[in-house]
């Protein structure tokens, strides 16, 4: 088996899904450590702002597509270590749950081994990855991870609960929802369970797995401290943003006839696959291996809101501290 190496502060990583909300912040910590990144990215074009983020020359972009054998080799060429956070939400086009996450996965990490130059890779995975599941998407990742593991059995596999922080698609998405509308759907009456979990502490728990070769290979669970219900987050939510919304109830079959028409609009609110999803708590599990192997403590969910939530406030300000 391939052993996992210290890395050098100047060694090579090549990130895919380096543009999207996770990879962005992986991408700020790890250049901020001095490491060399590449991005692979399907429109370079669209990322070149990502350099910012590091000294001249530190940030490079390159164009791969995760679905393409030849783009994802080229992109590894040279590095010494590698992740994917590539991920859907829902299915487009060529863009489909398995070529996407379960064959794209797969490849990135064949392509890695075959490098035989990378020893050290972090694929980010989701909290509810299971081949049993009905929805496509958690099928998708436990397939990945399958892949993953047998291409590479010293990777990290990183499975989040919902992931929130600056920039996020959940609170950001909500917020904007909470300006417009009177009122704010709890499907299935909002009790399904979730961990959410600091995008930072994601960052951190990507960094000490791909540099610290003494971190033990294997599946890590990661969840923020606080358990709450999707009717506690819009709460939450609603509180910090100092807005009054109604919370309307809506059972799982009327959100079954507006997500079968809705996964029909180019970037879907909600989908049927999704409805599946909400149907299970999004929990670290009791025998996972989490924050706490790798010795990190993770941030509470309320001393995160009020650093990014604020523009969505009455008043658009940033409360002062204290
Ligand atoms: N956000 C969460 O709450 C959460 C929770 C659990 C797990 N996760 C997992 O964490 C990972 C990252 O999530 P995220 O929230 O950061 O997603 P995101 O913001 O939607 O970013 C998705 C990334 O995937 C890339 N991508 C999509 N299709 C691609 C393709 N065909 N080839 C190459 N790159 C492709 C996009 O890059 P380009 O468009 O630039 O090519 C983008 O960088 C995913 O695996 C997701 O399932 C996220």
Redesign the pocket.
């Given at each position: 088996m391939a052993q996992k190496l210290a890395l050098q502060k100047n060694a090579r990583i090549t990130i895919?899904?380096?543009?999207?909300?996770?990879?962005r912040h992986i991408v700020r910590r790890l250049a901020k450590a001095g490491y060399q990144i590449r991005v692979?990215?399907?429109?370079p074009n669209?990322?070149l702002h990502l350099k910012t983020g590091g000294k001249p020359g530190q940030i490079e972009i390159v164009q791969?597509?995760?679905?393409d054998d030849a783009s994802v080799a080229a992109a590894l060429e040279g590095a010494d270590a590698a992740i994917n956070?590539?991920?859907?939400?829902f299915e487009s086009g060529k863009?489909k749950f398995a070529t996407?996450?379960a064959q794209?996965g797969e490849r990135v990490a064949k392509a890695a081994a075959a490098t035989k130059t990378i020893k050290n890779f972090v694929h980010?995975?989701?909290?509810g990855a299971d081949a049993q599941s009905a929805s496509l998407y958690a099928q998708s990742?436990a397939a990945a991870e399958y892949g993953v593991l047998e291409a590479m059995p010293s990777a990290h596999i990183l499975?989040?609960?919902?992931?929130?922080g600056p920039e996020?698609?959940?609170f950001n998405r909500f917020a904007g929802l909470a300006l417009v509308a009177p009122a704010l759907p709890l499907i299935g009456g909002g009790t399904t369970r979730y961990q959410p979990v600091s995008v930072f502490d994601v960052a951190a728990a990507v960094d000490i797995c791909l540099t610290d070769p003494r971190t033990p290979s294997g599946v890590y669970e990661l969840g923020g401290p606080d358990v709450l219900t999707f009717k506690q987050l819009m709460e939450l939510l609603l509180a910090e943003i100092g807005r009054q919304r109604l919370l309307v109830p809506m059972p799982f079959f009327a959100a079954r006839l507006i997500a079968s028409v809705a996964q029909f609009m180019p970037k879907p609110l909600l989908t049927p696959d999704q409805l599946i999803l909400l149907k299970s708590d999004n929990l670290v599990g009791d025998e996972a291996h989490g924050f706490a192997e790798l010795g990190l403590r993770p941030t509470p969910i309320a001393a995160l809101l009020p650093d990014y939530l604020w523009r969505f406030r009455p008043s658009g300000k940033k409360p002062a501290k204290g």
């Open positions: 895919f899904g380096g543009t999207g909300f996770i990879g692979a990215t399907r429109r669209e990322a791969a597509n995760i679905r956070a590539v991920g859907i939400l863009q996407v996450q794209g980010i995975s989701a909290i990742k499975r989040p609960s919902i992931v929130v996020d698609d959940f």
